[in-house]
């Protein structure tokens, strides 16, 4: 299996969800990370994890992660349309350079529909991936990540 | 598993198949033990399962994201 594809309807105007996709700064929000400046297709972007102030709970299990930087190259931003970029999934193992590992691409398009839009989010080429960093990302980062959805639920939820 | 087991209905050669397993045994995927002349293979099935689990639990965390998603566009946040 080489692919991930999911389907949401999203009920909000086409603008509001370009904006949470496009402006780095609204992705991080809802994602979880913070990058270091704004979406430009074609360029590197550097993001960063950074443990939650909203919960000490979730910010313990957080603190192993705090710092961890990850690089996404963005490919393409069609307005209101499409945006995408690669980056190296779970590439969050301390001491581990990822930069000669494959990539895979991640692809979020919108589609206007007659009650709200309809965001496909892709994410493909698992298969250049080798199995053992495939195991290995699994085995080591499974707690983090479960934390990780967890913080931007109650971020978000805590927001409103 | 003998490399001989393993070619035994194949067509594939048993230097190839040798070469797969040393590349399967580098990455943690089999392993291999000496029994006088001949090699046994094993498969590490829970190393199989975690590459599995992989993709599924990148899965489930687009699954939480664009939850999040929805959430942060449709309350206007």
């Known amino acids: 299996m080489d692919c991930i ?3 949401i309807l999203l009920k909000a105007p086409l603008a509001r969800v370009w904006r ?6 609204e992705f ?4 979880g990370v913070k990058f270091e400046g704004p979406f430009l297709a074609g360029t590197r972007l550097r993001g960063v994890i950074r443990p ?3 919960d000490a709970e979730v910010a313990r299990h957080q603190k192993p ?3 961890t930087a990850f690089e996404i190259m963005v490919e393409r931003l069609e307005p209101e349309r499409l945006f995408s970029f690669r980056w190296h999934p779970y590439s969050v ?3 581990v350079d990822y930069a000669a590992e494959p990539t895979t691409l991640v692809v979020f398009s919108l589609e206007e529909v007659a009650d709200g839009i309809l965001l496909t989010l892709t994410e493909s080429g698992f298969d250049a991936i080798p199995l053992e960093r495939r195991a290995k990302a699994f085995s080591a980062n499974d707690g983090g990540w479960t934390m990780q959805m967890k913080l931007i639920e109650r971020y978000v939820g805590d927001a409103e | 598993m003998s490399i001989a087991n393993l070619t035994e209905h ?3 050669t048993r230097q190839a198949i040798r070469k797969h397993l040393r590349v399967m ?4 995927l089999v392993r291999s033990s000496r029994h006088g002349r001949e090699s046994i293979w094993q498969l590490e099935r829970r190393r199989l399962e975690d590459a599995r689990r992989y993709l599924d639990s990148i899965s489930k965390q687009w699954d939480g994201a664009l939850a999040r998603l929805r959430e942060f566009v449709e309350d206007g946040g």
Do not use: Q
């Open chain 1, 93 to 95: 193992e301390a001491g």
């Open chain 2, 10 to 12: 194949s067509r594939v």
């Open chain 1, 5 to 7: 594809e999911k389907k």
């Open chain 1, 65 to 67: 992660y705090e710092g």
């Open chain 2, 25 to 28: 045994e580098e990455s943690g």
């Open chain 1, 28 to 31: 991080g929000t809802w994602f």
């Open chain 1, 52 to 54: 939650t102030t909203v």
């Open chain 1, 20 to 25: 949470a996709l496009s402006d780095s700064t």
